[in-house]
């Protein structure tokens, strides 16, 4: 059966670390399944991700407003409105926004470890709207 939600009525998640908030679609709350994470994000001007990976999960971006850099270990490229990034599992990544920027995010399978490799453990906290924490694993 198709369920519907409108973003409106979704548990809303603001980063520890200022300037990020994030809205999951499809996760195992929500949906009930595990081989997905879907959302969309929001970065403050200069708000970024630690550069991390994450352990067995194929990461997509799809740019739709703003622009900001996307850094791996090819070098740092600018991303803007209009692109889809992907990253292989187990590719360092980080994503910048250099005025603010929102984009939709899809992770697969979310049966996955992120792996911080510059920042702290507080850079994968989200505190939920509703007072509980979500921590990416």
């Not at 270990?73 to 590719?91: H, N």
Request: glycine content about 6%; charged content about 25%; proline content about 5%.
């Amino acid at each position: 059966m198709a369920y519907i939600f409108h973003q409106d009525d979704l548990p809303r998640l603001v980063s520890v670390v200022p300037g990020r908030e994030r809205t999951f679609f499809v996760n195992q709350e929500l949906a009930g399944i595990d081989d997905a994470l879907v959302g969309v994000i929001r970065y403050a001007n200069s708000a970024a991700s630690p550069l991390h990976y994450h352990v067995n999960c194929e990461h997509f971006y799809f740019i739709l407003e703003g622009k900001g850099t996307v850094e791996s270990d090819e070098g740092v490229r600018a991303i803007k409105s209009g692109d889809l990034i992907f990253i292989p599992a187990e590719d360092k990544h980080r994503l910048r926004a250099t005025e603010p920027m929102f984009y939709f995010e899809f992770q697969a399978p979310n049966r996955f470890k992120t792996i911080i490799l510059d920042g702290t453990p507080d850079d994968m906290r989200w505190e939920r709207i509703d007072g509980r924490v979500w921590v990416q694993t």
